[in-house]
């Protein structure tokens, strides 16, 4: 999430709070006028940054890297799109 809310311009906690308050990602970028392909390329960025360093630090081997930027790669559109239930905690989603 640190990634995205870089993107648009807020702090964590905002976002966050706009997540919970029932908003998508692309909700929003729309709100932030920020573009959609921006926000999905930094979280993309932030993530490969992530995992590079845990190969580096042996905690996965490159092939798993590889699988799970796949897996970003493949479900990137749901995960800026989709909305969280608005007032459920995160932990019981």
Do not use: C, F, W, Y
Not at 10 to 22: C, F, P
Not at 42 to 48: D, F, H, L, P, S
Not at 57 to 80: F, G, M, N, P, Y
Request: glycine share 4%.
């Amino acid at each position: 999430l640190d990634a995205a809310a870089t993107a648009l311009g807020l702090s964590r906690a905002d976002l966050l709070t706009k997540l919970e308050a029932g908003a998508s990602i692309a909700d929003v970028a729309k709100d932030q006028s920020k573009s959609l392909d921006d926000v999905k390329a930094a979280i993309t960025a932030g993530v490969t940054k992530e995992l590079d360093q845990a190969v580096t630090d042996k905690k996965l081997t490159d092939a798993q890297r590889t699988k799970v930027l796949e897996e970003l790669a493949d479900h990137l559109d749901d995960l800026v799109n989709r909305t969280p239930v608005a007032g459920v905690p995160r932990h019981t989603r």
